[in-house]
């Protein structure tokens, strides 16, 4: 396993457990980390993919929910939210990381982490929300 999946696992696992336990991020980060290891170039690209996501929820947020059909934030699995939150930060935030390879790398969480439809319903809303940021219609 490369070390960007790996800390995008991690990176789930902190966005979920902020999601769930409402507690402060850096909170979150060390409480990982005092438990887990892996490799120092994983510790930094997660810590950017948690604290990145999680600084810019309200945006985040806001364009997911413009581009989810039917489904509020508060509707879907927190895995599957969570999943949305950190790629939707990939493709607007981390200008190095190709958007394709982010879209991919969601699929492939949800198809982990996530249920049965998980990837499809990541595929739908991260397809409508990356052609809608090619556009640039953000509204």
Not at 3 to 18: C, D, F, H, P, T
Not at 73 to 86: E, F, G, H, P
Request: aromatic share 8%; charged share 30%.
């Amino acid at each position: 396993m490369g070390r960007r999946r790996k800390a995008r696992e991690v990176a789930l696992q902190v966005l979920y457990q902020l999601d769930v336990a409402k507690i402060e991020v850096k909170e979150a980060v060390e409480l990982f980390w005092d438990n887990f290891e892996a490799p120092e170039e994983a510790k930094e690209f997660s810590s950017r993919l948690i604290e990145g996501t999680w600084n810019h929820r309200e945006e985040i947020d806001r364009l997911i929910s413009g581009c989810s059909e039917n489904w509020s934030l508060n509707r879907m699995a927190k895995v599957d939210r969570s999943i949305l939150r950190m790629a939707t930060y990939e493709i607007l935030y981390c200008q190095d990381i190709p958007s394709r390879v982010t879209l991919n790398e969601a699929i492939d969480l949800g198809k982990d982490y996530g249920s049965e439809n998980s990837s499809s319903f990541l595929n739908g809303i991260l397809d409508a929300l990356y052609a809608k940021l090619r556009k640039g219609n953000t509204d």
